[in-house]
């Protein structure tokens, strides 16, 4: 059975960067779409990246020239380096697996995602 698990975020200024990590154990994400999303207190969860089985990365506007999304060679693991933040960047960062295409995350999410992670907390201090 495959588990995500998210490691990194952590605490930054207004215009700093972040990463966060996801790995998949017990399998990669090879063959499936993965990416981010993230969830602020009171609000809808929201993708933020996303990368389909061929690697091709889609991102929300409001993080487009900012974020960027990777995996590594293995397909082990998956990264979301974060630039330019901002105050409403704060949220919980959860990394997630789909058989979809994860264009159909954007721009809102309509159909169950098989597979999610805890999530790891992104504060931003302005």
């Known amino acids: 059975v495959v588990q995500l698990e998210e490691s990194g975020g952590g605490s930054v200024d207004s215009g700093g960067s972040l990463s966060v990590s996801c790995v998949a154990r017990?399998?990669?994400?090879?063959?499936?779409?993965a990416g981010w999303f993230r969830q602020a207190p009171g609000k809808e969860r929201e993708a933020v990246a996303g990368l389909d089985s061929s690697g091709e990365p889609t991102y929300a506007d409001s993080v487009k020239g900012r974020f960027t999304v990777s995996q590594d060679n293995a397909k082990n693991w998956m990264y979301l380096e974060m630039t330019s933040l901002k105050p409403d960047a704060t949220s919980f960062y959860c990394?997630?697996?789909?058989?979809?295409?994860?264009?159909?995350?954007?721009?809102?999410?309509?159909?169950?995602?098989?597979?999610w992670g805890q999530g790891t907390l992104v504060t931003v201090s302005s």
């Open positions: 990394c997630a697996l789909d058989f979809s295409d994860c264009l159909r995350w954007f721009p809102l999410l309509s159909h169950n995602v098989p597979l």
């Open positions: 017990g399998g990669t994400f090879r063959g499936s779409s």
